[in-house]
């Protein structure tokens, strides 16, 4: 009877030192993690300043006077992303704009004014450029969950001149065409 409570005594510790070492693992593993999406964070950070860079390279080297990251965006309802444009200043004097999005077709047909404001969240303040500087703009793509049919949308987005000194109607000074697939 006596070995039977040793060994009931010995189980039990053994237990006891499982599930100890079991729960430091797993502090250990979870300091690791929080340190491992302290880490993303940064180099999100690094990653979204990259692309500023090259964005801007891009539009002093090709000569262009709008650089738009894709043609083709994939997403999800309910999803977001963040795209970065750039404008450049071609004209010999400043350049005061705005940027907008027009639909030309998406399945069912052109996106109302109203439900493209959902989409898109950006500054539509008129800017200013002088001559031959860049600039790079954050636009986030909302895509709403409700509301929204599946399919390809057709856009356009559109840097309008808005100088009003030179007696000329505002025009599109550039126009980037690009599709947005919606996935169920």
Not at 49 to 63: G, M
């Amino acid at each position: 009877m006596r070995r039977n409570k040793k060994a009931s005594l010995e189980l039990s510790i053994r237990a006891i030192v499982i599930v100890i070492l079991a729960m430091t693992l797993l502090g250990l593993g979870l300091g690791f993690v929080r340190n491992m999406f302290k880490d993303i964070g940064g180099i999100t950070t690094d990653v979204s300043e990259q692309i500023r860079q090259q964005i801007l390279d891009d539009l002093i080297t090709s000569d262009k006077k709008i650089s738009f990251p894709k043609t083709q965006i994939i997403m999800d309802k309910g999803g977001s992303e963040i795209l970065t444009v750039g404008i450049r200043n071609k004209q010999d004097s400043s350049l005061n704009y705005r940027i907008e999005f027009n639909t030309i077709s998406g399945p069912e047909g052109d996106l109302s004014g109203s439900s493209l404001d959902e989409w898109f969240q950006y500054s539509t303040a008129e800017a200013s450029l002088v001559a031959a500087d860049s600039t790079v703009r954050n636009i986030r793509l909302n895509i709403p969950s409700r509301g929204t049919s599946s399919g390809s949308y057709f856009l356009t987005f559109d840097v309008i001149n808005v100088d009003s000194s030179l007696g000329q109607p505002d025009y599109i000074y550039g126009q980037k065409d690009f599709f947005i697939v919606v996935r169920g």
